[in-house]
């Protein structure tokens, strides 16, 4: 009896810790879709991949909010994007296959946008040519397609660099395309100018303290349409709320 009593305190322990919503935004999508239902629970230790819910302190619009994004960086890795690509520690970093990238699409005829509505896209100079943000899969499905007259990656690209500007003058890059290299600080160090540029506003940071917790470097899967460290800075552990761990 007391056993089972102990089990059914454990459950419900679990049961109350885990929480739930409805997912609204583009940023991880091809992993997770706009209108999915998230769950989420918290996690000791927070890892590289894990996906987490958290609150950011919006700098534009000076509110709090709450979102989902995936953890590349950790206490002491060191974070850089190039012509598009994201290296952790001088490596390609794993994303799932789920994970989008932006190429441009050019089709043959106009009228044949209409059998590309499934896709995530928007206008990109030219009634016959859009800009598509795809996963590896989608890629190759567009690619097969007989209305297409070509599929390119978008790297560098001025044009769309000049949306992405991150306004931090700790970085050689300031952009989605190409930005850090950033050192992510370990703990207990002490913050300095610099790294209190990498922390959202917060009167818990304050030069000449000691850190005191993780800081974490999150992007989204849909990794050149979404809002993350490279605009809004690491992430503090004591802002993550949890992992999730089912998406409906």
Same mark, same amino acid.
Request: net charge neutral; glycine share 6%.
């Given at each position: 009896?007391?056993?089972?009593?102990?089990?059914?305190?454990?459950?419900?322990?679990?049961?109350?810790?885990?929480?739930?919503?409805?997912?609204?935004?583009?940023?991880?999508?091809?992993?997770?879709?706009?209108?999915?239902?998230?769950?989420?629970?918290?996690?000791?230790?927070?890892?590289?991949?894990?996906?987490?819910?958290?609150?950011?302190?919006?700098?534009?619009?000076?509110?709090?909010?709450?979102?989902?994004?995936?953890?590349?960086?950790?206490?002491?890795?060191?974070?850089?994007?190039?012509?598009?690509e994201l290296l952790v520690n001088?490596?390609?970093?794993?994303?799932?296959?789920?994970?989008?990238?932006?190429?441009?699409? $050019?089709?043959?005829?106009?009228?044949?946008? &209409? %059998?590309?509505?499934? =896709?995530? /896209? *928007?206008?990109? !100079?030219?009634?016959?040519?859009?800009?598509?943000?795809?996963?590896?899969?989608?890629?190759k499905n567009i690619e097969n397609?007989?209305?297409?007259?070509?599929?390119?990656?978008?790297?560098?690209?001025?044009?769309?660099?000049?949306?992405?500007?991150?306004?931090?003058?700790?970085?050689?890059?300031?952009?989605?395309?190409?930005?850090?290299?950033?050192?992510?600080?370990?703990?207990?160090?002490?913050?300095?100018?610099?790294?209190?540029?990498?922390?959202?506003?917060?009167?818990?940071?304050?030069?000449?303290?000691?850190?005191?917790? $993780?800081?974490?470097?999150?992007?989204?899967? &849909? %990794?050149?349409?979404? =809002?993350? /460290? *490279?605009?809004? !800075?690491?992430i503090p552990e004591s802002l993550?709320?949890?992992?999730?761990?089912?998406?409906?």
């Amino acid at each position: 009896m007391i056993k089972l009593t102990i089990a059914l305190i454990a459950i419900f322990n679990i049961s109350c810790q885990s929480r739930s919503f409805y997912y609204d935004s583009v940023a991880m999508e091809g992993t997770i879709k706009r209108g999915s239902l998230i769950k989420y629970e918290p996690k000791k230790v927070i890892e590289k991949n894990d996906i987490v819910v958290f609150d950011y302190y919006d700098k534009r619009l000076n509110k709090t909010f709450s979102t989902v994004l995936r953890v590349v960086g950790v206490p002491g890795d060191e974070v850089l994007f190039k012509n598009g690509e994201l290296l952790v520690n001088g490596n390609s970093f794993g994303f799932p296959d789920t994970y989008q990238l932006s190429y441009v699409v $050019k089709v043959k005829n106009t009228f044949d946008w &209409n %059998l590309l509505n499934d =896709y995530s /896209s *928007r206008l990109y !100079g030219g009634e016959n040519i859009r800009l598509f943000f795809l996963n590896y899969s989608e890629y190759k499905n567009i690619e097969n397609k007989k209305i297409v007259d070509s599929i390119v990656r978008v790297k560098g690209d001025s044009a769309f660099i000049e949306k992405q500007i991150v306004w931090n003058e700790a970085f050689n890059y300031f952009n989605g395309f190409y930005y850090g290299p950033l050192k992510i600080p370990a703990e207990n160090v002490v913050i300095d100018d610099e790294i209190k540029k990498l922390l959202p506003i917060s009167n818990k940071f304050n030069v000449g303290d000691y850190l005191k917790e $993780k800081l974490f470097f999150v992007v989204g899967d &849909n %990794l050149h349409w979404c =809002y993350d /460290s *490279r605009d809004i !800075g690491l992430i503090p552990e004591s802002l993550i709320k949890g992992v999730i761990y089912k998406v409906n």
